[in-house]
């Protein structure tokens, strides 16, 4: 054993090592680019400043992925429970599934309610008593992906508000049939565009890019967390360490 090793060890057994409890956030593109803050207000690194001292919000979005490919890939990342104890966990998905078919990422609606039924049921997930929150896919603003589309060779639209407000009311049911927290994302964008039934979508689907879509996003995912289980509020979390004040010099 070297000598920096065995350093190592006794400063960890000295100071008796802390580990953070996690907050993972999981789902497709809209998860993953959920840090860029080229536009401003960005849902991850608002996690990460409400948690920052109490808990670890760890980014585990895959862009392009639906909830048959998420799924497959949750026991990869998710930690066991001697590593590391997830409290919460995000789950966001639909947007792709609710791809028009033949497209290649199409998950048909029964199938895309049973895989979040699956995710929620997991055993990596059930055994460390994780609390979830589904967030039900936002609507598509069918103005900007109709030229989108085009540019691409694809007629007609590859996805429909009115299609993907199917995945939206999945999700919701498979929330409250199976108690979990859902922050209800589609609602929250309709009621901020000013949506009328049948018209297209005055919104986008680009909350890592668009600051106000982003705040929509971080106030809903707040208030289920609150409605559900406001011991893991931000506010409730104990700090790790203590102030400079009483902190000690090494």
């Known amino acids: 054993?070297?000598?920096?090793?065995?350093?190592?060890?006794?400063?960890?057994?000295?100071?008796?090592?802390?580990?953070?409890?996690?907050?993972?956030?999981?789902?497709?593109?809209?998860?993953?680019?959920?840090?860029?803050?080229?536009?401003?207000?960005?849902?991850?690194?608002?996690?990460?400043?409400?948690?920052?001292?109490?808990?670890?919000?760890?980014?585990?979005?895959?862009?392009?992925?639906?909830?048959?490919?998420?799924?497959?890939?949750?026991?990869?990342?998710?930690?066991?429970?001697?590593?590391?104890?997830?409290?919460?966990?995000?789950?966001?998905?639909?947007?792709?599934?609710?791809?028009?078919?033949?497209?290649?990422?199409y998950v048909p609606v029964d199938k895309y309610a049973e895989n979040l039924r699956a995710i929620i049921q997991h055993p990596v997930v059930r055994y460390g008593g994780t609390k979830m929150v589904l967030l039900t896919p936002p609507p598509v603003n069918e103005y900007q992906l109709t030229a989108f589309d085009l540019s691409k060779g694809v007629t007609p639209l590859s996805r429909t508000a009115n299609n993907t407000k199917l995945y939206a009311d999945a999700c919701r049911e498979v929330g409250k049939s199976l108690h979990v927290a859902i922050a209800d994302i589609w609602s929250a964008f309709m009621k901020e565009a000013g949506w009328v039934?049948?018209?297209?979508?005055?919104?986008?689907?680009?909350?890592?890019?668009?600051?106000?879509l982003a705040s929509l996003l971080i106030d809903g995912q707040s208030k289920s967390i609150m409605n559900f289980s406001n011991k893991e509020a931000p506010e409730k979390q104990p700090v790790h360490f203590p102030p400079y004040q009483f902190a000690e010099d090494a």
């Open 1 to 105: 054993m070297t000598t920096e090793m065995s350093l190592a060890q006794g400063y960890v057994q000295a100071k008796s090592y802390i580990p953070y409890d996690q907050i993972l956030l999981f789902g497709d593109s809209i998860t993953q680019f959920s840090a860029y803050q080229g536009r401003g207000f960005a849902f991850s690194p608002q996690m990460q400043d409400d948690y920052v001292r109490k808990l670890d919000v760890l980014n585990r979005g895959f862009s392009g992925y639906t909830s048959s490919q998420g799924l497959n890939v949750l026991p990869q990342f998710f930690p066991p429970s001697h590593v590391a104890k997830v409290r919460m966990m995000t789950v966001f998905f639909g947007a792709n599934d609710a791809v028009l078919p033949p497209g290649d990422q």
């Open 197 to 212: 039934e049948g018209q297209p979508i005055a919104g986008s689907r680009g909350i890592p890019e668009n600051p106000r």
